[in-house]
Nanobody, 123 residues
Framework: QVQLVESGGGLVQARGSLRLSCAAS????????MGWFRQAPGKEREFVSY????????SYADSVKGRFTISRDNTRNTLYLQMNGLKPEDTAVYYCAARSGFPSSKFVDYNTWGQGTQVTVSS
């Protein structure tokens, strides 16, 4: 099983960019599908993006499509989320998650989570 640690969050102005990273421990990172989720205060955790174990299959929430890009480097055991054109409504704690098998947009399908990284977008 992998352990996940997110980094790269911070405070940014609207229309700015951030790149989140999720470092995975263990040698089996390349076997896991990975997802990014976010949770704003008072709201449920919501899907942002996922990527298959090989990196060939990706999906995005409509709210971030065209602005965010998910990628992974299996040689570095790292997952990324490039976020461009940030909006105040993107403010949330961002979590990476891992699961065996096909990627999923449902957070209940993931059994390994990082601790989260805060992203705050000012207007």
């Amino acid at each position: 099983q992998v352990q996940l640690v997110e980094s790269g969050g911070g405070l940014v102005q609207a229309r700015g960019s951030l790149r989140l990273s999720c470092a995975a421990s263990g040698r089996t990172f390349s076997l896991y599908s990975m997802g990014w989720f976010r949770q704003a205060p008072g709201k449920e955790r919501e899907f942002v993006s996922y990527i298959s174990s090989s990196g060939r299959i990706t999906s995005y929430a409509d709210s971030v499509k065209g602005r965010f890009t998910i990628s992974r480097d299996n040689t570095r055991n790292t997952l990324y989320l490039q976020m461009n054109g940030l909006k105040p409504e993107d403010t949330a704690v961002y979590y990476c998650a891992a699961r065996s098998g096909f990627p999923s947009s449902k957070f209940v399908d993931y059994n390994t989570w990082g601790q989260g990284t805060q992203v705050t977008v000012s207007s």
